[in-house]
């Protein structure tokens, strides 16, 4: 799991954010959230291999971090995807010709 938080207040640090996202994507990762990227490693030696590859293209300023975590952990968490109920968006109707 890769998290950052990188600054994107100049034209030059929002390439750079970019650049670095579009980087990891490229390396496989998904987005699970807003600067949350997730990737699955069948091994902690080929995951070793994922996180050096981010080391390699860590951004000059702003904070990363790397978390590796099991399938078993990742599979006991819990996720809510709020309280409010979503209306439900119905399809175009099927008109029936006489």
Not at 72 to 77: E, H, N, V, Y
């Amino acid at each position: 799991m890769v998290f950052y938080d990188l600054p994107t207040e100049t034209k030059k640090e929002r390439k750079v954010a970019a650049r670095f996202r579009k980087d990891i994507m490229k390396d496989g990762f998904t987005m699970f959230q807003f600067s949350i990227y997730l990737r699955h490693c069948p091994s902690r030696e080929n995951a070793q291999v994922h996180i050096n590859r981010v080391k390699s293209i860590l951004p000059e300023s702003g904070n990363v971090g790397i978390l590796c975590v099991t399938d078993k952990q990742f599979g006991a968490m819990e996720l809510f995807y709020g309280t409010k109920e979503k209306v439900k968006e119905f399809g175009p109707q099927q008109l029936e010709l006489f």
